[in-house]
């Protein structure tokens, strides 16, 4: 990859605002309850009807062996905490893109520089 690439800059830059701007969607709804399109599946059968979200009530539970539940660091529950655990859990899911990419490339083509 070249560093020096201005649309790579662009690219790096824009992923360094998106990580440091990711915890505004919590602080936004900290005193109002869940944020729009993160309820849990039984929240979410209130709202839309329980018959339409079985599947989701089937697979609720695949989600307590996340790395970092509810994006979150456990015990960290006041909104600086919760800040910084957002984005802890944002450069987390950008390293494991990024490394899921680079394992994809080496696979596909093994004979790819890494440079």
């Not at 020096?4 to 800059?9: A, T």
């Not at 701007?21 to 329980?50: Q, S, T």
């Not at 790395?67 to 600086?80: C, N, V």
């Not at 680079?102 to 440079?115: A, C, D, H, Q």
Request: proline residues 7%; charged residues 15%.
């Amino acid at each position: 990859m070249n560093w020096n690439d201005p649309i790579v800059k662009k690219f790096v830059y824009i992923i360094v605002a998106m990580i440091i701007l990711c915890p505004l969607g919590i602080l936004l709804v900290w005193n109002y309850g869940d944020a729009w399109g993160e309820w849990d599946p039984h929240e979410l059968a209130e709202k839309v009807g329980a018959n339409k979200v079985a599947g989701m009530l089937h697979l609720a539970d695949i989600w307590q062996y996340a790395p970092l539940p509810d994006y979150d660091i456990p015990g960290w529950d006041d909104p600086l905490h919760a800040s910084i655990g957002y984005i802890i859990s944002a450069i987390v899911g950008v390293a494991l893109c990024l490394g899921a990419y680079y394992l994809l490339v080496k696979i596909v083509n093994p004979k790819s520089s890494s440079s």
